[in-house]
């Protein structure tokens, strides 16, 4: 009978707890960029820099929700749905400075989530 009980409880043992963490993907931050509307190539694919999700533990699969944490400059936060999101750029003036802060929340399969540390582009306009 312990045997049994030993099996029973290690099958419904829960997954490990959900974690999650974000990063900037490629080169340095801040960038500089040599356009006001993000068609530098940057990155390959050119004109967006990229946020990194990883979620870990829990019950994949995980899926993704990118938040911006701050909305008042000239970058937009694209692929908010996605592992991967890009920020794009506009009308950014030669000397101008411009940053996106943005966090991840991961979920996985059984609806329990994990949110990363807030992550920082910075864009600096060169030319």
């Known amino acids: 009978m312990a045997g049994l009980l030993q099996m029973?409880?290690?099958?419904t043992a829960p997954p490990p707890s959900l974690s999650a963490?974000?990063?900037v993907i490629g080169g340095s931050v801040p960038v500089d960029i040599s356009t006001a509307s993000g068609t530098s190539d940057v990155l390959p694919g050119g004109g967006f820099r990229y946020f990194d999700a990883n979620g870990a533990g829990g019950?994949?699969?995980?899926?993704?929700r990118?938040?911006?944490?701050?909305g008042v400059?000239?970058?937009?936060?694209?692929?908010?749905d996605s592992e991967?999101?890009?920020?794009?750029w506009s009308d950014m003036v030669v000397g101008e400075y411009q940053s996106t802060t943005a966090r991840c929340e991961v979920t996985d399969a059984n609806g329990a989530t994990a949110?990363?540390?807030t992550i920082v582009i910075g864009f600096n306009r060169v030319a």
Do not use: C, E, F, M
């Open 8 to 11: 029973l409880v290690a099958r």
């Open 21 to 23: 963490s974000a990063s």
């Open 59 to 64: 019950s994949p699969p995980y899926r993704y």
């Open 66 to 70: 990118w938040s911006r944490q701050n």
């Open 73 to 80: 400059n000239k970058t937009v936060l694209l692929d908010a």
């Open 84 to 88: 991967r999101a890009r920020v794009q």
């Open 115 to 117: 949110t990363s540390s």
